[in-house]
């Protein structure tokens, strides 16, 4: 994460079979399988159907946290983006903690590159990192 914007997770997991994605418009109110924020009904939201080891699965994505995961990821596991991205985080800044240098910087490209509700969050991780050195 330091020099681009890729966090490294080592995903290992099998994709799916077979898989269905698209941009819907939610007709009733889902769950982000992400950050568990309410997709209200008019809200875009990304729909993903496939089956992963011979189970079926659905998972509804709100727009913020597809572009924490578009932005910031090659490889993912769903429901796991937020942790990956934070654990990244906090384990470059420890590491910089470790050399009392300063907090890493996430690229500004990649911050403006989100939704304003991905951004925000992002933000508000590296300000809370401000606060703790």
């Given at each position: ?6 966090v ?69 596991s ?56």
């Amino acid at each position: 994460m330091e020099c681009s914007c890729t966090v490294d997770v080592d995903y290992t997991g099998d994709g799916p079979v077979c898989h269905k994605t698209g941009i819907r418009t939610a007709r009733k109110k889902h769950r982000c399988i992400e950050c568990g924020k309410t997709i209200i009904p008019g809200e875009k939201y990304e729909h993903v159907w496939g089956v992963w080891d011979s189970e079926p699965s659905t998972y509804k994505t709100c727009l913020d946290c597809k572009s924490l995961r578009d932005v910031f990821f090659d490889g993912f596991s769903y429901t796991q983006v937020w942790d990956d991205f934070y654990n990244e985080f906090e384990s470059i800044t420890n590491f910089y903690d470790e050399f009392r240098s300063i907090t890493p910087d996430i690229p500004e490209s990649c911050i403006s590159a989100l939704t304003p509700g991905a951004r925000a969050k992002v933000c508000e991780l590296i300000e809370n990192s401000w606060d703790c050195n």
